[in-house]
């Protein structure tokens, strides 16, 4: 009796769970993001490595364009975990480094340099975008031009 009441309870209690529903980024927006960054890119003669992250800091897309150094590869796609895995954009990271805040180099996954950022809705991180080949400012900018898409993919 005291098993048929127990498994009575705990099925009640399945049977009213539910499982979250959430969006995510898909190849096709990652996609969109990536031509916006290499149009910025391209308009600026800049050659770059572009990455993208789901949520959970897998890659998602990954693109190099002709002449970019093979080391940019990982630098992107660590940018863009990093921008993930902490919800910031890595210049956060860069900022505090240069005004002397040394334990920013402890920190597990976070890379302080510009050029990832997360990609948010209502505060909710869908992943990110990873940019590498030019200085940070330039890697910056290439990324704030597929964050400004995403925005508007967003609304």
Same mark, same amino acid.
């Given at each position: 009796?005291?098993? @048929?009441?127990?498994?009575?309870?705990?099925?009640?209690?399945?049977?009213?769970? +539910?499982? =979250?529903?959430?969006?995510? @980024?898909? @190849?096709?927006?990652?996609?969109?993001?990536?031509? !916006?960054?290499? =149009?910025?890119?391209?308009?600026?003669?800049?050659?770059?490595?572009?990455?993208?992250?789901?949520?959970?800091?897998?890659l998602?897309y990954? *693109?190099?364009?002709?002449?970019? +150094?093979?080391? &940019?590869?990982?630098?992107?796609?660590?940018? !863009?975990? &990093?921008?993930?895995?902490?919800?910031?954009?890595?210049?956060?990271? *860069?900022?505090?480094?240069a005004?002397?805040? +040394?334990?920013?180099?402890?920190?597990?996954? =976070?890379?302080?340099?510009?050029?990832?950022?997360?990609?948010?809705?209502?505060?909710?991180?869908?992943?990110?975008?990873?940019? &590498?080949?030019?200085? &940070?400012?330039?890697?910056?900018?290439? =990324?704030?031009?597929?964050?400004?898409?995403? *925005?508007?993919?967003?609304?």
């Amino acid at each position: 009796m005291r098993k @048929l009441i127990f498994t009575l309870l705990i099925g009640g209690l399945l049977a009213n769970a +539910q499982l =979250a529903t959430k969006k995510s @980024l898909t @190849l096709d927006a990652a996609r969109k993001l990536a031509d !916006a960054a290499r =149009a910025e890119a391209t308009a600026n003669k800049w050659t770059m490595v572009i990455a993208i992250v789901d949520d959970g800091a897998n890659l998602v897309y990954l *693109e190099r364009a002709d002449g970019t +150094q093979i080391g &940019s590869v990982e630098v992107a796609t660590d940018k !863009a975990r &990093s921008a993930v895995k902490f919800k910031r954009p890595t210049k956060a990271f *860069e900022d505090m480094l240069a005004g002397g805040r +040394q334990a920013i180099l402890k920190l597990p996954g =976070a890379l302080p340099v510009e050029g990832g950022v997360p990609l948010m809705i209502d505060g909710v991180v869908l992943g990110a975008i990873g940019l &590498s080949g030019g200085t &940070s400012a330039q890697d910056g900018q290439v =990324a704030a031009a597929a964050v400004k898409v995403f *925005e508007k993919m967003a609304k």
